[in-house]
């Protein structure tokens, strides 16, 4: 009876069975989804991206140069440069080292960059009479030392930008490309020739019209201004180089500037009379019209040589200037040209940094001369020999 009762049950209730299991197979078959190794490959999907839109590259902004502070107390020259290699990661690929010992005092708190650096290292190597002198180039890879009274091998020489020369120190020795539009390369170079130092070079690109100038990075910033002049000047230029006898080329300079005027008018007013001290006062230059055409007077310490540029009429009244101040007067003698030097000098105990700062005052008009106080009672100056007589005067 059990059994025919669980039968009958089944049977009644297969028709709910069914319908179930239909039910189950149609949500399955919904779920189901054939494996990934069954399926077929799919396309990747096509991304179509928008043309760019054109906009103003930002600007290059060069990082500052690193400061280091300096120090040097009677150090050998081979740590010198390994503090050197340390502070760049470049390399020192030169079989010189040079005798004895090196010492450099800076103030307090005092940092320097690394072109500031080499301009110190460069003095010292370059100011020591009982020595072989040296000078040290700073190369893309590398830091090279040279006799500094031998030719340079101008493969050792790095080629820089017109705009990198601010990022090497004055004393480095490098070369530049100068592109020349209304001036001639040719007529330019010999004027060029009478302002290179000592490691100075200037080679013409006929073709090109451009000039391959090689100098310290100090004289070629001054080189680039009078090129630049020379260059943007319109036609009937001429120029007038003077070597001075028996004043400084600097204070010839301040003269001419003074007397032969400005190319920018000057809004507030008349400009005032020019002073010689040796002289007292000097004739009044003619307003200048804002039509005149340009000229341009620059000087040369080391060489004690002004260099005029500009129209016949400006070089003429140059020259005559220059014959009114370059006068000796009695007994005087014919002043010193050389190349600069380091000097020290002692000064009262407590007063170098007073006296280093008086002097830089007295000074400050030139390119060339520099002063620093070494400890508390010297003070340190890289100046011509004439600098040196009067700094030394007491």
């Not at 800076?106 to 020591?128: F, G």
């Not at 005559?320 to 000796?328: A, F, S, T, Y």
Request: glycine content about 6%; aromatic content about 6%; overall charge positive.
């Amino acid at each position: 009876m059990t059994m025919s009762f669980n039968n009958q049950g089944n049977r009644r209730n297969q028709p709910a069975m069914r319908k179930s299991l239909w039910r189950f197979a149609l949500v399955g078959g919904m779920l189901w989804q054939e494996p990934a190794w069954a399926q077929p490959p799919v396309a990747p999907p096509v991304i179509v991206q928008a043309a760019p839109v054109a906009s103003q590259p930002p600007l290059a902004v060069k990082p500052a140069e690193k400061t280091v502070a300096f120090n040097m107390e009677g150090q050998r020259w081979s740590t010198v440069f390994q503090w050197l290699v340390d502070q760049t990661g470049l390399k020192y690929g030169s079989s010189y080292i040079p005798q004895g010992s090196f010492t450099f005092k800076s103030p307090m708190d005092r940092k320097y960059t690394i072109s500031e650096v080499i301009d110190i290292i460069n003095e010292a190597l370059d100011s020591n009479p009982d020595q072989q002198r040296f000078l040290l180039i700073r190369r893309e890879t590398s830091f090279v030392l040279v006799p500094a009274d031998e030719k340079i091998d101008p493969t050792l020489i790095p080629r820089v930008a017109p705009e990198d020369l601010d990022r090497r120190g004055s004393t480095e020795v490098v070369s530049v490309v100068i592109g020349l539009g209304g001036a001639v390369a040719e007529d330019v170079a010999p004027e060029l020739k009478k302002l290179l130092g000592k490691y100075g070079d200037v080679v013409t690109l006929g073709r090109a019209n451009q000039l391959v100038i090689q100098d310290t990075a100090g004289n070629l910033k001054r080189l680039l201004r009078i090129i630049k002049e020379m260059d943007s000047a319109e036609k009937g230029q001429d120029s007038l180089t003077h070597d001075c006898k028996f004043i400084k080329a600097r204070e010839a300079e301040r003269i001419l500037t003074s007397l032969l005027g400005s190319n920018t008018p000057n809004a507030s007013g008349p400009p005032q009379q020019p002073f010689d001290p040796r002289r007292g006062p000097m004739p009044a230059a003619a307003p200048v019209s804002t039509r005149s055409r340009q000229h341009f007077v620059a000087s040369d310490e080391r060489t004690n040589t002004v260099l005029v540029s500009g129209p016949a009429d400006k070089i003429a009244q140059a020259r005559d200037i220059l014959k009114r101040i370059d006068v000796g007067g009695p007994g005087q003698q014919p002043v010193m040209v050389g190349p600069p030097i380091l000097k020290q000098y002692s000064v009262a105990p407590g007063s170098a940094e007073a006296v280093s700062k008086t002097l830089q005052d007295i000074y400050k008009n030139s390119p060339t001369i520099r002063v620093s106080p070494v400890g508390t009672a010297s003070v340190m100056v890289y100046a011509g020999p004439e600098d040196q007589i009067e700094v030394a005067v007491p």
